[in-house]
C-alpha cells in the first residue's frame, strides 16, 4: 500500500502548478483522498479532499475558489491544481487515504496512509 | 467550525515515564477524533483513530480516550522513539472536513 506525491517544485507569486498523488496496491476507488499540507515548521493543515467517485469536493477556505481537487481512478492518480499562488501557500504537501467506502456506506478509520510528500515553493 | 487546542505545546519526558497529551474543542462533537505521530523529515503516522481505536502495528502503550470536548492520548511507558510530535485531527460528519490541532511535541528530558 503506496502513495508518491510528485509535481513540486519553485513558482512564482501569483501562477500556478499541479501536484499528482499515485496510488498502488489498494482499491483507489473505493476510498475518499485528501490533501494535507505543512509549511516550514508549523503544523498540519488539511487542504481539501475528494469522494471515491469524484462527485464530491470539500476545500479549506484558506484555499477555497483556487485550489481544484480531482481524481483519475482508471489510473490511480489524484491530483491538486494550485492557482493564483501566494508567498504562504509553501508547504510540503502530502496526499493521505481518507474515508473508506461501500456502495453508499463509508467507515472513517483516519488518514491511515500517506505519501512522503512534494515541496511546493512560491518565492520571486 | 470545530477549533481543536492541543497542550502541553511541549511535553519534556525521560524514557519510562507516562505521557498524557490533551486534545481539547470549543464545541462539543461526537465525530470522528484520531491522533498522529510525525518524527522530523517524515510524513505523519496514524496513531489512534475513532477516539480510541489503535491503528495497525501502533503499540499497545499507545491509548486514546475521550468524549464531547476533551480527548486523550496516553503513552503508558515512554519509549525512544514516541519522542515526536503528535496532532489530534477532528473529522466533521457533514461536510466531511478535517481539522488539525497545533501539535505537541514530546521531547526527551
Known amino acids: 500500500v503506496q502513495l508518491v506525491e510528485s509535481g513540486g517544485g519553485l513558482v512564482q507569486p501569483g501562477g500556478s502548478l499541479r501536484i499528482s498523488c499515485t496510488a498502488s496496491?489498494?482499491?483507489?476507488?473505493?476510498?475518499?483522498m485528501s490533501w494535507v499540507r505543512q509549511a516550514p515548521g508549523k503544523g498540519l493543515e488539511w487542504v481539501a479532499n475528494?469522494?471515491?467517485?469524484?462527485?464530491?469536493?470539500y476545500y479549506a477556505d484558506s484555499v477555497k475558489g483556487r485550489f481544484t481537487i480531482s481524481r483519475d481512478n482508471a489510473k490511480n492518480s489524484l491530483y491538486l491544481q494550485m492557482n493564483s499562488l501566494r508567498v504562504e501557500d509553501t508547504a510540503v504537501f502530502y496526499c493521505?487515504?481518507?474515508?473508506?467506502?461501500?456502495?453508499?456506506?463509508?467507515?472513517?478509520?483516519?488518514?491511515?496512509?500517506w505519501g512522503q510528500g512534494t515541496v511546493v515553493t512560491v518565492s520571486s | 467550525e470545530i477549533v481543536l487546542t492541543q497542550s502541553p505545546a511541549t511535553l519534556s519526558l525521560s524514557p519510562g515515564e507516562r505521557a498524557t497529551l490533551s486534545c481539547r474543542s470549543r464545541?462539543?462533537?461526537?465525530?470522528?477524533l484520531a491522533w498522529y505521530q510525525q518524527k522530523p523529515g517524515q510524513a505523519p503516522r496514524l496513531v489512534i483513530y475513532?477516539?480510541?481505536r489503535r491503528a495497525t502495528g501502533i503499540p499497545a502503550r499507545f491509548s486514546g480516550s475521550g468524549s464531547g470536548t476533551d480527548f486523550t492520548l496516553t503513552i503508558s511507558t515512554v519509549e525512544p522513539e514516541d519522542f515526536a510530535v503528535y496532532y489530534c485531527?477532528?473529522?466533521?460528519?457533514?461536510?466531511?472536513?478535517?481539522?488539525f490541532g497545533q501539535g505537541t511535541k514530546l521531547e526527551i528530558k
Open positions: 493521505a487515504r481518507d474515508t473508506r467506502c461501500d456502495g453508499e456506506s463509508c467507515y472513517s478509520e483516519g488518514l491511515d496512509i
Open positions: 475528494i469522494k471515491h467517485d469524484g462527485s464530491e469536493k
Open positions: 485531527q477532528q473529522r466533521n460528519i457533514w461536510p466531511p472536513r478535517h481539522t
Open positions: 496496491g489498494f482499491t483507489f476507488d473505493t476510498y475518499w
Open positions: 464545541q462539543s462533537f461526537s465525530d470522528f
Open positions: 475513532d477516539t480510541s
